[in-house]
């Protein structure tokens, strides 16, 4: 880890922060741990510094402030991960901000938590590969309120001037949490399924975690931006097969996206209130059959001992129902 001894990390009790707090305890590093609510039992071992602070509140700047005394890496998971303008406001802006205002003045660098979903995949054709030179999408035109803040939540950590990576999983899976959104359309036992090729960005979120601490331990150069994907990345077929082993879904009835694409565009007038698939820019970054190119990340974080994505599926399967 260099000269990072100790982290400050938001979002501490979600999907990803808890994978990440478990990474950093692993490699012996102390982490200052934000929480809104009360700090989890698990929290009292040594080396994990509750510090309960709401982001959306500017009342959280001086306590961030203090909080920040010692620490060489902040890895900024909080954000909203749903669509609702307000929440993404609240927790992914303003949160953004606040942290941001309390960091001014300090050393510590920067790890910011994006999204692959930020790339304008309106600019992308059927085959086409992912990189992070693929051009973004804007944020007062993106196709839904996350992707908006996630954009300004970028925009903000590249203004304040701090050494920053911009590290942009893809859809991040493991126990509790093995589906995503770029299959179809689920219907109780049924899956309408509109994609057929392609990769699917997929990241276990224990890579991610690894990969989130291993970059905290790096000064960049400048800003620096990786989009996080496994080196294992299967195609639609392939994904459904394994996820199966759970019992769902248990029919698939196959749609073709470009037997969608026309309705989408006859629809395209309504706007925002269409359901999300049947929005042609929400289509396309959902279901377009593409490649990920994890080459720039493999230089500068290094590789990683990965299981088949068999292996980790079936493993986030059996523990998430035990």
Same mark, same amino acid.
């Given at each position: 880890?260099?000269?990072?001894?100790?982290?400050?990390?938001?979002?501490?009790?979600?999907?990803?922060?808890?994978?990440?707090?478990?990474?950093?305890?692993?490699? /012996?590093?102390?982490?200052?741990?934000?929480?809104?609510?009360?700090?989890?039992?698990?929290?009292?071992?040594?080396?994990?510094?509750?510090?309960?602070?709401?982001?959306?509140?500017?009342?959280?700047?001086?306590?961030? @402030?203090?909080?920040?005394?010692?620490?060489?890496?902040?890895?900024?998971?909080?954000?909203?991960? /749903?669509?609702?303008?307000?929440?993404?406001?609240?927790?992914?802006?303003?949160?953004?901000?606040?942290?941001?205002?309390?960091?001014?003045?300090?050393?510590?660098?920067?790890?910011?938590?994006?999204? !692959?979903?930020?790339?304008?995949?309106?600019?992308? $054709?059927?085959?086409?590969?992912?990189?992070?030179?693929?051009?973004?999408?804007?944020?007062?035109?993106?196709?839904?309120?996350?992707?908006?803040?996630?954009?300004?939540?970028?925009?903000?950590?590249?203004?304040?001037?701090?050494?920053?990576?911009?590290? @942009?999983? #893809? $859809? !991040?899976?493991?126990?509790?949490?093995?589906?995503?959104?770029?299959? #179809?359309?689920?219907?109780?036992?049924?899956? !309408?399924?509109?994609?057929?090729?392609?990769?699917?960005?997929?990241?276990?979120?224990?890579?991610?975690?690894?990969?989130?601490?291993?970059?905290?331990?790096?000064?960049?150069?400048?800003?620096?931006?990786?989009?996080?994907?496994?080196?294992?990345?299967?195609? @639609?077929? &392939?994904?459904?097969?394994?996820?199966?082993?759970?019992?769902?879904?248990?029919?698939?009835?196959?749609?073709?996206?470009?037997?969608?694409?026309?309705?989408?565009?006859?629809?395209?007038?309504?706007?925002?209130?269409?359901?999300?698939?049947?929005?042609?820019?929400?289509?396309?970054? &959902?279901?377009?059959?593409?490649?990920?190119?994890?080459?720039?990340?493999?230089?500068?974080?290094?590789?990683?001992?990965?299981?088949?994505?068999?292996?980790?599926?079936?493993?986030?399967?059996?523990?998430?129902?035990?």
């Amino acid at each position: 880890m260099g000269d990072v001894t100790r982290l400050l990390l938001t979002g501490a009790t979600g999907f990803v922060g808890r994978a990440v707090l478990s990474q950093a305890r692993a490699q /012996g590093l102390e982490v200052v741990a934000v929480t809104r609510g009360t700090p989890p039992a698990a929290w009292t071992e040594a080396g994990v510094i509750p510090c309960c602070a709401d982001l959306a509140d500017p009342a959280a700047i001086p306590v961030l @402030r203090a909080a920040l005394r010692g620490v060489g890496a902040v890895i900024h998971c909080a954000a909203h991960l /749903g669509s609702d303008e307000g929440a993404v406001t609240a927790a992914t802006t303003l949160g953004t901000r606040h942290l941001l205002a309390a960091m001014a003045g300090q050393s510590a660098r920067l790890v910011l938590v994006s999204s !692959i979903a930020v790339y304008d995949y309106t600019k992308l $054709a059927p085959g086409g590969t992912v990189t992070e030179a693929t051009p973004l999408e804007q944020p007062d035109t993106a196709r839904d309120a996350y992707v908006a803040g996630k954009l300004r939540q970028e925009a903000m950590c590249r203004d304040a001037g701090h050494p920053l990576w911009i590290l @942009r999983p #893809g $859809a !991040i899976f493991g126990e509790g949490r093995t589906w995503n959104a770029h299959l #179809g359309v689920s219907l109780g036992p049924l899956l !309408i399924a509109m994609g057929q090729g392609g990769e699917l960005p997929l990241a276990h979120v224990d890579h991610v975690a690894r990969r989130l601490v291993r970059a905290a331990g790096i000064a960049p150069q400048g800003v620096e931006v990786l989009n996080l994907v496994d080196a294992d990345r299967p195609d @639609r077929a &392939r994904f459904l097969r394994a996820h199966r082993l759970s019992g769902w879904p248990r029919l698939v009835l196959p749609l073709p996206w470009p037997v969608v694409l026309p309705v989408a565009r006859l629809l395209a007038p309504l706007g925002p209130r269409l359901p999300g698939l049947l929005r042609e820019p929400v289509l396309r970054a &959902r279901i377009l059959p593409l490649r990920y190119d994890a080459r720039a990340l493999v230089r500068r974080l290094g590789p990683l001992d990965q299981p088949r994505f068999e292996a980790l599926m079936a493993a986030a399967l059996k523990e998430g129902a035990a």
